[in-house]
């Protein structure tokens, strides 16, 4: 389900009655923002300028959600602000016509990025940029640990041979593959190695 963090005072009361297709969460201060984006990981941020630093400090440490700021009176100076860090701005008073129409053209091209994405458990795969996320924050991997997740990923739940895991590094190295394995499952990837196929699997869940 698209999720919605919203923070203003004229959307802190019937917004679910707008969007009721949407999961809705409703911070009331700067510091309840950062506990909520902390806590749970959300699809758009509509925040009232007022929050413009949470927000761009949000942004400094990885956050890629978009945000759509609200401004209670127009400034030049603000919109060029609220652009530096977020995707959208509206302007008081609402009409919550073109904020439904704001909103549902942010779901429609989240939906269409997801084409792009991978997700296993609370890492998100970026085909494109070939970049890792946990949660907002990315992963930093070897070139080698990003050929491999990707076709971990590609193929999860299915045997992946050894030796086409060695010919994609171009490598005929056991040991290093096991390294590089090693380190992708302290990540939190459940990789497996099965003797009788000599094949790795990447599950879906962990085992029991």
């Known amino acids: 389900m698209y999720k919605i963090l919203v923070c203003d005072p004229a959307l802190q009361y019937g917004i679910e009655t707008l969007f009721p297709a949407y999961s809705i969460t409703v911070a009331q ?4 923002i950062i506990d909520l984006t902390y806590e749970n990981h959300h699809d758009l941020y509509i925040v009232n300028f007022i929050y413009f630093e949470t927000i761009r400090l949000l942004k400094e440490h990885g956050d890629e959600t ?10 030049i100076m603000h919109v060029k602000q609220a652009f530096s860090v977020g ?29 792009d ?12 940029t070939k970049q890792l996320y946990h949660g907002t924050s990315s992963v930093k991997l070897s070139p080698s640990e990003t050929i491999l997740i990707a076709l971990f990923l590609m193929h999860k739940n299915k045997p992946l041979a ?9 490598s005929n190295s056991e040991g290093s593959l096991r390294v590089y394995i090693s380190r992708l499952k302290k ?18 869940e962990k085992e029991e």
């Open 29 to 32: 201060h700067s510091d309840e």
């Open 66 to 75: 978009s945000t759509l700021f609200i401004d209670d009176y127009y400034d």
């Open 87 to 115: 995707d959208d701005y509206l302007l008081k008073p609402l009409a919550y016509e073109e904020l439904k129409i704001r909103v549902n053209y942010h779901y429609q091209k989240l939906s269409c990025c997801k084409n």
């Open 117 to 128: 994405i991978i997700i296993y458990e609370l890492f998100y795969y970026h085909t494109r």
């Open 162 to 170: 050894k030796y086409i895991l060695l010919d994609s590094l171009n």
């Open 187 to 204: 990540l939190g990837f459940n990789i497996s190695y099965s003797w009788s196929q000599a094949s790795y699997i990447l599950f879906e």
